[in-house]
């Protein structure tokens, strides 16, 4: 069993930074892709950053403003999101995939964590 916990969330203004931490339970966390998946009001969850060892892979709605990164001595993913816009509004998850491929739809994946919101004022 795998277990996820985000933290990190808040409410900004839009222009400003946040950086979001995924702490993971399990001794191969190194092993599987980890992901930020992100879901607004009304809308689908989406795909916003992927992390292996086969590298990274970013939505184009946030890329070259958000950066995501593994300690995998810490079992923690990040996302590092510079530049927030209003539209970046969201609970933003963080999540498992089940082999090490940078994939980007929900059902590659897992485990879930149980969400953290961000919040942009304009």
């Known amino acids: 069993q795998v277990q996820l916990v985000e933290s990190g969330g808040g409410l900004v203004q839009a222009g400003d930074s946040l950086r979001l931490s995924c702490v993971a339970s399990?001794?191969?966390?190194?092993?599987?892709?980890m992901s930020w998946f992100r879901q607004a009001p009304g809308k689908e969850r989406e795909f916003v950053a992927v992390a292996s060892w086969r590298g990274t892979y970013y939505a184009d709605s946030v890329k070259g403003r958000f950066t995501i990164s593994r300690d995998n001595a810490k079992n923690t993913v990040y996302l590092q999101m510079n530049s927030l816009k209003p539209q970046d509004t969201a609970v933003y998850y963080c999540?498992?995939?089940?082999?090490?491929?940078?994939?980007?739809?929900?059902?590659?994946?897992?485990?879930w964590g149980q969400g953290t919101q961000v919040t942009v004022s304009s």
């Open positions: 999540a498992k995939a089940q082999t090490s491929g940078l994939a980007v739809v929900p059902r590659e994946y897992d485990y």
């Open positions: 399990g001794r191969t966390f190194s092993s599987y892709a």
